[in-house]
C-alpha cells in the first residue's frame, strides 16, 4: 500500500477571469444578473477519477473565488504538486496561459532538472503543466507550443488524465495515451484521438466535496442551495455556432436514470442542494428516459428538489412537460436565438418561429417559467432582422408566456462552423481571445450591413425593451 506522503499530487485549476478595463467598464449588472455562477463541474469529475485510482487531488476554484494568479500561485506552492491541470474556454485561454508559466517559475523541490536539456522548452522546477478544456480540443496544436505547456488533452478528460499521469509517474509511453498533444524535442506529437466513454455510469460521482462551497447559490430560488449536474454528453443537432457536437459527439449519451437519481440523492442529503440546474446541452433528446428520470424523482422522494435543464423548440410535448412540472422542474431554457426565419435557417436551427410561439404556449400552460436565449450579430444579418429578433422576444414574452430572457452577441467561438466560415471570409476583427465571450457586448465579427456601433446600440434597446415588456405584463 502506498503511503499517503508517497502518493503522486495533483491540483486541478479553473483559473481566473481575465477582463480587460474597458471590458470591466461596460460590464453592467443587468448584463450579468440572469447568469448563474457554476463550479468548475468538469474538473470535479477528472478530480473524482484520479481519486478513486490513488492519486492525491485538490481543487482551486480561482474564478469563481475571484481568486488572482498570485494567490493561485500561492496555494500551489503550498500543495507542491508534481502536476497542475487547468481548464481553459476561449475567453479565458490568456489567464490559463499566464498561469501555467507562473507555475513554471514557482521554486518547488520536485523532480528537479538542475540543467535543462540544450533546446528544451520545459522549465527547471519539474512540475509537468496540463491544459484541457473546450478551447484546447479545437486549439492544441498552437497551445501546445508555449513553453509553459507540457501536455494538451482533448475531448473527455478524465481517464486520457489519468492514463496521462500514470504512465509519466511510471516512466511508460507517451505515444500510448489516446487524446493528448505534446512536445517531444523540437517536434509536436498529436496522438490519436480517445474514443468516448460508452457507459457514463462508469465515472465516479463529481468530487464536489473538494470544492470550497459545494453548494452555490442560485438564481431562481431566490438563493438556494443549488449545484449543476450532468446526465448526459453530446447533441444530435447541428446548431452553426455551437462547437459542441464536435467535443461530445452527435450520438446522445446518457447515464442511467438509477445512476442519475443517485447523484440527485447525494446532493439532497449530503450537500444539501434544493436546486439542480441541468448542464447537459439538451437533457430532454430521449422522451422516456426523461419521463422516467421524473418519474423517479417523485417515487424517491425528491419533490422539492427544484431544478431547470434546456429544452429544444419542436421537441417539447405536453405529455413530456406536465411529467416535468410534476417532478418540479420549475425552468426550462430555450435556444430560441433568432426572430428571422432566414437567419434560423442559415444558423441550422432546424425550427421554425411558429414552433417557438407554440413550444412557448404549451410550456406557460404547463407552469413551467420559459427562458428564452436570444443572439444577434449573425453573419449576414441587417438592422431588420435583429429588429425581428427583438420583437421575436416582446411577442413571446406578451402574448406566449415567456417569463425572461436573455440576449448576446453572435460569437465565433473555435471548433464551430460558424469560426470557420468567418475566418476563410476574413470577417474575425480580432485574434484576442478574450473577447470571445458572449457576455462582452462588442461583437467580434466584421458584419457588412451593420456598424458596431449600430450592433451594440440594438443590443442594449433588445434589454430596455424587453424589460419594459416585464412591467407591462405586471400591470396588464
Excluded at 113 to 124: D, H, T, Y
Excluded at 283 to 297: F, H, N, S
Aim: aromatic share 10%; hydrophobic share 35%.
Amino acid at each position: 500500500m502506498i503511503r499517503k506522503d508517497q502518493r503522486v499530487k495533483c491540483v486541478l485549476v479553473d483559473p481566473p477571469d481575465q477582463i480587460s478595463d474597458m471590458a470591466k467598464s461596460r460590464e453592467t449588472p443587468r448584463a450579468t444578473e440572469m447568469h448563474e455562477v457554476y463550479p468548475p463541474l468538469g474538473l470535479a469529475y477528472i478530480a473524482a477519477t484520479l481519486l478513486e485510482n490513488g492519486i492525491d487531488v485538490s481543487l482551486i476554484e480561482a474564478r469563481t473565488r475571484g481568486l488572482s494568479h498570485d494567490e493561485v500561485i500561492e496555494k500551489i506552492e503550498k500543495e507542491a504538486p508534481k502536476f497542475v491541470g487547468i481548464t481553459a474556454i476561449t475567453a479565458r485561454i490568456n489567464s490559463a496561459l499566464c498561469l501555467a508559466e507562473k507555475v513554471k517559475k514557482i521554486s518547488l523541490d520536485i523532480n528537479p532538472v538542475r540543467k535543462p536539456p540544450k533546446g528544451s522548452r520545459i522549465f527547471s522546477n519539474g512540475v509537468k503543466v496540463i491544459l484541457g478544456g473546450p478551447h484546447i480540443h479545437f486549439e492544441h496544436k498552437t497551445v501546445i507550443n508555449n513553453d509553459s505547456v507540457d501536455f494538451c488533452v482533448r475531448g473527455e478528460g478524465e481517464i486520457t488524465c489519468l492514463d496521462l499521469i500514470n504512465c509519466l509517474s511510471k516512466g511508460g509511453d507517451l505515444t500510448a495515451i489516446k487524446g493528448i498533444t505534446f512536445k517531444h524535442g523540437n517536434d509536436i506529437i498529436v496522438n490519436p484521438d480517445r474514443p468516448f466513454v460508452k457507459n457514463l455510469d462508469t465515472f465516479a460521482f463529481p468530487a464536489r466535496y473538494l470544492l470550497h462551497n459545494p453548494a452555490y447559490r442560485g438564481l431562481w430560488t431566490e438563493g438556494q442551495t443549488f449545484s449543476p449536474v450532468l446526465a448526459t454528453r453530446g447533441c444530435p443537432y447541428q446548431c452553426a455556432f455551437c462547437a459542441s457536437p464536435r467535443i461530445w459527439g452527435t450520438k446522445h449519451r446518457r447515464r442511467s436514470v438509477e445512476n442519475v437519481l443517485d447523484e440527485l440523492e447525494q446532493l439532497y442529503q449530503e450537500f444539501g442542494v434544493r436546486y439542480i440546474r441541468f448542464l447537459d446541452d439538451l437533457l430532454v433528446v430521449d422522451k422516456k428516459w426523461t419521463i422516467d428520470l421524473c418519474r423517479g424523482m417523485t417515487e424517491r422522494g425528491l419533490d422539492d428538489l427544484a431544478w431547470a435543464c434546456d429544452g429544444r423548440i419542436g421537441l417539447m410535448s405536453e405529455e413530456l412537460l406536465k411529467e416535468m412540472e410534476k417532478a418540479n422542474c420549475l425552468v426550462i431554457f430555450y435556444g430560441i436565438e433568432f426572430g428571422n426565419q432566414r437567419i434560423l435557417d442559415l444558423c441550422r436551427k432546424g425550427f421554425t418561429i411558429k414552433q417557438a410561439r407554440e413550444t412557448i404556449d404549451i410550456t406557460s400552460k404547463t407552469g413551467i417559467s420559459s427562458y428564452g436565449y436570444f443572439m444577434m450579430g449573425f453573419p449576414t444579418e441587417t438592422i431588420e432582422t435583429v429588429e425581428d429578433t427583438i420583437n421575436l422576444a416582446k411577442d413571446l414574452g406578451l402574448n406566449h408566456g415567456l417569463d425572461s430572457a436573455g440576449f448576446s452577441i453572435v460569437t465565433p467561438f473555435p471548433g464551430t462552423p460558424l469560426y470557420e466560415y468567418c475566418k476563410m471570409n476574413d470577417m474575425l476583427v480580432t485574434s484576442d481571445w478574450s473577447q470571445y465571450a458572449y457576455q462582452l457586448e462588442k461583437g467580434v465579427i466584421k458584419l457588412r450591413n451593420i456598424t458596431n456601433e449600430e450592433l451594440n446600440n440594438l443590443y442594449e434597446r433588445a434589454i430596455d425593451e424587453f424589460q419594459f415588456k416585464e412591467m407591462l405584463y405586471q400591470f396588464a
